[in-house]
């Protein structure tokens, strides 16, 4: 899986094939199926670890909204740390696997919070498509990048609005507050989310 991550990395999802593995670890493509029936097992299995990635170190203080913030800043890193997987996060339904762990994680969070179940489940809901888009945004740029440029590479702001102040007044109001730094940008939304979390 690491030599499968790392050849996704460097070559993006789309290129990714058990040859292509197989010829990385100088080995015949067929040992690959001993271990993965498919390709695609094998991809989401990659999928599955970046999501679980640290939620074993989440935080539980006595602070449920600093542990709900560090848990989905946590999952923004990691799905960054391996942009090129965006499109495979896109396919993998948010409802199984390891996204159990983070999404109890939050969950017990918000019932901290003294939220009801159905308020929880709104929030949770709201928390993770949010991080998911405003993540996955950022991490097809970086996929790009990484195409023209190689592993390294870095991503522009999601959005970064000029507009002409002639056209469009009240977007230009707001546009000098919009963030360029995409992590700022990230948090300041995510803390619009959790502003009003009973304490």
Same mark, same amino acid.
């Given at each position: ?70 848990? /989905?800043?946590? %999952?923004?890193?990691? *799905?960054?740390?391996?942009?090129? !997987? +965006?499109?495979? @996060?896109?396919?993998?339904?948010? #409802? ?32 993770? /498509?949010?991080? %998911?888009?405003?993540? *996955?945004?950022?991490?097809?740029? !970086? +996929?790009?990048? @990484?195409?023209?440029?190689?592993? #390294? ?32 940008? /990230? ?13």
């Amino acid at each position: 899986m690491a030599a499968a991550m790392e050849v996704v990395d460097t070559n993006g999802a789309g290129a990714f094939s058990m040859r292509a593995l197989g010829g990385f670890l100088d080995c015949d493509p067929t040992a690959m199926y001993r271990h993965f029936a498919t390709k695609n097992a094998l991809l989401d299995a990659l999928v599955d670890s970046v999501i679980r990635d640290g939620v074993a170190d989440l935080p539980e203080t006595d602070d449920p909204r600093a542990d709900i913030r560090a848990n /989905f800043r946590q %999952l923004r890193r990691s *799905l960054l740390a391996h942009p090129t !997987l +965006a499109p495979l @996060v896109l396919r993998r339904p948010p #409802g199984v696997g390891a996204y159990w762990e983070r999404s109890d994680h939050a969950v017990a969070q918000l019932h901290r919070a003294g939220m009801d179940p159905a308020d929880a489940a709104n929030v949770y809901q709201t928390l993770l /498509f949010y991080t %998911l888009g405003h993540t *996955l945004s950022e991490a097809r740029q !970086l +996929a790009r990048a @990484v195409e023209k440029e190689g592993a #390294g590479a870095r991503g522009g702001p999601v959005a970064a609005v000029r507009p002409p102040a002639e056209l469009h007044p009240d977007l230009s109001d707001v546009a000098p507050h919009l963030r360029e730094d995409n992590e700022a940008q /990230f948090l300041a939304g995510l803390d619009l989310i959790l502003r009003d979390l009973p304490r």
